[in-house]
């Protein structure tokens, strides 16, 4: 269960529209079933009450809309942002992708988001209706009488299990009380992939890449893919979008995307969330955040509105590229 | 009818791989389903739909159509097209099958004949599978098609023990009669049970009572212009997610690809919410995410019917449904822009 | 159409390059052997690639009534057109077709009063139309074409049109650049408005071709002087792919630009939403 309610969220807002703080409300909007939550732009209270939720599937972040919101909408939008979707929007406007002046950043605290596909994976499909019941979900199925009970923690996304901050590092205004960063275990499965031979390392890439459909979900959705032409969308790039042409360039395109997006990735997960073919997007992204911390030193994207990236910032100290070399080699 | 038990399977699986390449949904590492050629040791997957649907069997995601090389200012033209070998696809849901006779309309009846496609549907036999555990996300129903008695070249019944076998085109009788050895003669009995069952569950379903009503041929002028489209369209990513897992998705784009030793020249899947998808140097027609998203379901549920005798061209198999970032999908639409929410 | 070849094209030659404009050039194309690479209608259109660059659709400007060779004009714009631009004579394309429905001009425009209004590059569908008519020049009224570019230097076709169209028995031709020019002496202004000037009877069939906002403004000006929307053409330009009304991309409401287009008459486009 949220720490904070809906009702708690719809107040709040209904607040600082009819105060005239912002014009806007950029929220989760309920969809058909109790998990399918679109974001949405909210103007009144009618539509706050009718359709704003807030609940253990209310996974996206919406630090990416405000760059084309705050350019479409003439006039200053509240968003509600989780501890990690702060970091995005901190890196957003480390890259001057929107105006701060526009939003109103609420804080709200967040206990993990459950992943639909975990949860279908243990009641199968068939959901007529997921409700919470403190710490687990009741969920009931058209194959079952009973509503079958599922802890939260059970279903977490796996961001949310490796999750990095409950600290918020953006905000006008927080609700409720505010976390710390958190020693997560979020580069294990990193630390595995580098355990692996160079062959096994390169089955496990070919197994997960080969399903990818080349939807170009994981870009669309990525806080950090913010370019006004993506070099996928140029046709004489030669990495096209669209098909791939041979397996290689399936492979080309995740691998360019995770270098373009290295040093400025916050590791939101978005790209994993969306995936439909659940490839374990984000992995590749942490291994460029594990390798920075490790040849620079410590650095968190997005964790101050500023920094300069260690890939941006040169320093006598920096590692010479035959020391990364060696490092590769003891590590292979 | 004919009928063999779950445990015979493989056996029947080899029998039938022996004479073409077979393709079944298996599991892969993440969970989920998808076709794959069948060998020794495969397993067919508790799960009927798959991720991908079974479309790219016949209207793959890339293909190549023409190959070229050039020396000087000499161009020579290489036809790389072959004749397609015998295959089978089994485990086919009914919404799926139905999405063959959409694209049908579009690349087999329609002139010019799609030559690459036809040539797959040749040797293409598709063995159905009723679909005995739809999924929250499912309303084929909402397009008259039956999970319960789906079509294709054989129906395929799974109960507890056994598989029912029922072949529905000469192809069909031709396939069962080289399992004869396998399978055994049996009446309907357990099907007609199965039947009753499916029917049963597919009231239960949370879309159950979408309907069609408000969409179809002759609709445009009246829902073209809705300030619907807009709100729905609001947060969409422009990704091709719904058209890449959509069975009936037909658009495509046509490209070259330099390899180096000459020029192929490709199709692949192409999405209408790509915003270069009507792109050209002198404009573009569709200028926002808006007008590309409502081209989507224009197309299935107005502009393909009136090219198609009312048929619609969504099968209600649900994967956009299931797999939209941003939850956003054809039954809102259906339910917001033409049905009764929107009086 | 061979269905074998509806996506596969065959060899063409460019024969010879015509410098039209700053940026628009003519290409002759004929196949191998010297021959026309396939017969027309006017106002088709067909697909011209050079393999590794890409495949773009034209519309064809010779007139069917030439048996010998096809001419394209073509206005450097984008990667496709760009490469032909710097192509020499000799060098082989790709071309597949034809594609598109023609102007009826062996039903709808027979015996009828023409008015071609074109601006800029949209000369180049029309004048296949122009040319057919010309040549059938018994079965037609009164023939009046309004052409107007940029300068007098953007005008497409213009010594054919001052050497052969103006020359025609029944044949006017009114001419207007945007902005005075030396060396020019005639008219100056933009098209819709000359033709406001021009005022034109309602007894003929308007087909108009140019930029869309040429288009709306002559469309004005045609339904001021009377004209009705089932007397007026024009040929739509949407992207294209395939060509054979399958891939999708110039799909507009129920209809595919590429082969129940590109020429619709202005009561068949108010059906379609307004999307082109």
């Known amino acids: 269960m949220q720490a904070i309610t809906r009702e708690q969220l719809i107040n709040k807002a209904v607040a600082l529209l009819a105060d005239g703080t912002v014009k806007y409300v950029l929220g989760w909007k309920k969809g058909e079933f109790d998990y399918d939550i679109t974001p949405a732009v909210f103007e009144t209270a009618e539509e706050l009450n009718a359709d704003f939720v807030w609940n253990d599937f209310c996974g996206a972040n919406f630090s990416k809309y405000l760059v084309a919101k705050t350019r479409k909408l003439d006039g200053k939008i509240l968003v509600f942002l989780k501890p990690c979707d702060t970091y995005s929007f901190n890196q957003l406007l480390t890259e001057h992708r929107f105006d701060r002046d526009k939003v109103y950043a609420v804080g709200i605290p967040c206990n993990g988001m459950a992943d639909i596909a975990k949860v279908k994976e243990v009641c199968g499909d068939g959901i007529s209706s997921i409700a919470t019941e403190g710490d687990a979900l009741a969920v009931t199925t058209i194959y079952d009488d009973e509503p079958v009970k599922v802890a939260v923690e059970s279903v977490l996304a796996e961001r949310c299990l490796n999750c990095k901050s409950k600290k918020h590092v953006a905000y006008d205004e927080l609700m409720g009380e505010d976390g710390d960063t958190l020693d997560s275990n979020r580069f294990d499965e990193v630390a595995k992939l580098e355990a692996m031979t160079p062959d096994e390392r390169f089955a496990f890439w070919q197994n997960e890449l080969s399903r990818c459909i080349r939807c170009n979900a994981c870009r669309d959705v990525c806080p950090a893919c913010t370019c006004e032409k993506c070099v996928f969308d140029n046709p004489t790039s030669g990495v096209e979008n669209k098909a791939p042409a041979n397996s290689f360039e399936e492979k080309m395109f995740h691998i360019i995307r995770a270098f373009h997006v290295a040093g400025r990735c916050t590791d939101c997960g978005e790209c994993s969330r969306v995936c439909p073919q659940n490839i374990p997007l984000h992995l590749l992204n942490r291994k460029f955040i594990k390798d920075i911390n490790e040849f620079y030193g410590e650095y968190q994207a997005g964790a101050e509105v500023g920094s300069r990236a260690p890939l941006v910032n040169y320093t006598t100290e920096d590692l010479e590229p035959g020391e990364v070399f060696d490092r590769r080699d003891t590590n292979a | 009818m004919r009928k063999c038990s779950l445990d015979s399977l493989n056996a029947v699986f080899a029998k039938i791989a022996e004479a073409a390449e077979l ?43 023409v190959a070229f090389k050039t020396s000087g200012k000499n161009i020579e033209i290489i036809d790389t097209r072959k004749e397609r ?102 009446d309907t009995a357990a099907v007609d049970a199965e039947k009753e069952k499916i029917t049963k569950i597919m009231s239960k379903l949370p879309l159950a009572n979408l309907t069609t009503e408000g969409w179809g041929a002759g609709k445009t002028q009246e829902l073209f212009d809705s300030p619907i489209w807009a709100e729905m369209s609001e947060a969409c990513l422009g990704c091709g997610t719904c058209t890449f897992v959509c069975p009936t998705c037909q658009c495509y784009d046509i490209k070259d690809f330099n390899t180096g030793k000459g020029v192929v020249r490709f199709r692949c899947w192409d999405s209408c919410m790509y915003s270069d998808f009507t792109k050209m140097s002198a404009g573009q027609p569709r200028l926002s995410q808006k007008e590309r998203f409502r081209q989507r379901f224009m197309h299935k549920l107005v502009y393909y019917p009136e090219n198609n005798n009312g048929l619609f061209s969504c099968v209600g198999c649900g994967r956009c449904v299931a797999k939209c970032p941003i939850s956003m999908n054809i039954a809102k639409v259906m339910k917001k822009i033409g049905g009764k929410e929107n009086e | 159409m061979n269905n074998v070849e509806a996506l596969i094209p065959k060899i063409g030659v460019i024969t010879d390059i015509r410098i039209d404009t700053p940026d628009i050039k003519t290409f002759r194309v004929v196949t191998p052997d010297g021959e026309k690479p396939f017969e027309h209608r006017p106002g088709q259109c067909a697909m011209l690639s050079m393999p590794g660059v890409g495949e773009a659709m034209f519309s064809i400007t010779s007139s069917p009534t030439n048996t010998e060779y096809m001419e394209f004009s073509i206005k450097k714009c984008g990667c496709v057109t760009e490469w032909l631009h710097q192509a020499e004579v000799g060098q082989q394309v790709t071309v597949r077709g034809p594609y598109g429905n023609p102007f009826p001009v062996d039903d709808a425009f027979r015996g009828k009063n023409m008015l071609f209004v074109a601006g800029g590059v949209g000369l180049a569908p029309l004048r296949s139309v122009i040319n057919y008519c010309r040549h059938y020049r018994e079965n037609y009224g009164t023939i009046d074409i309004v052409y107007g570019s940029r300068s007098k230097d953007d005008l497409l076709d213009y010594r054919e049109i001052i050497e052969e169209w103006s020359k025609d028995e029944g044949v006017n031709v009114h001419l207007t650049i945007d902005r005075e020019q030396e060396g020019w002496d005639g008219h100056v202004g933009f098209v819709p408005n000359y033709v406001k000037e021009l005022g034109f009877s309602t007894d003929k069939t308007a087909i ?21 929307k089932t007397q007026i053409y024009t040929t739509l330009e949407m992207r294209m792919k395939c060509g054979i009304g399958k891939c999708g991309r110039c799909n507009v409401g129920s209809k595919y630009i590429c082969k129940d287009g590109p020429v619709f008459r202005f009561d068949e486009l108010d059906e379609l939403p307004d999307e082109y």
Request: glycine share 6%; proline share 5%; net charge negative.
């Open chain 2, 85 to 186: 070998e015998d295959f089978v696809v089994f485990g086919v849901r009914a919404c799926d099958v139905k999405a063959f006779e959409v694209l049908d309309n579009v690349f087999l009846l329609k002139e010019p004949y799609d030559s690459y496609y036809t040539n797959r549907r040749e040797h293409g036999v598709i063995i159905s599978v009723a679909c005995n555990r739809p999924a929250d996300t499912c309303f084929c129903k909402t397009f008259g098609i039956d999970p319960a008695d789906p079509q294709g070249d054989i129906s395929v019944w799974k109960t507890a023990d056994s598989l029912y076998w029922q072949a529905n085109t000469e192809r069909g009788a031709a396939l069962l009669e080289k399992i004869a050895d396998l399978t055994e003669d049996c």
């Open chain 2, 23 to 65: 393709y079944l949904p298996v599991n892969c590492t993440d969970g989920s389903a998808a076709f794959s050629k069948w060998e020794e040791g495969k397993e067919w997957s508790n799960n009927l739909n798959t991720v991908k649907s079974p479309k790219e069997f016949f209207f793959p995601q890339t293909e190549d159509l």
């Open chain 3, 208 to 228: 108009l071709c140019g930029p869309p906002i040429m288009i709306k403004f002559t469309l004005d000006g045609l339904y001021s002087l009377g004209f009705e």
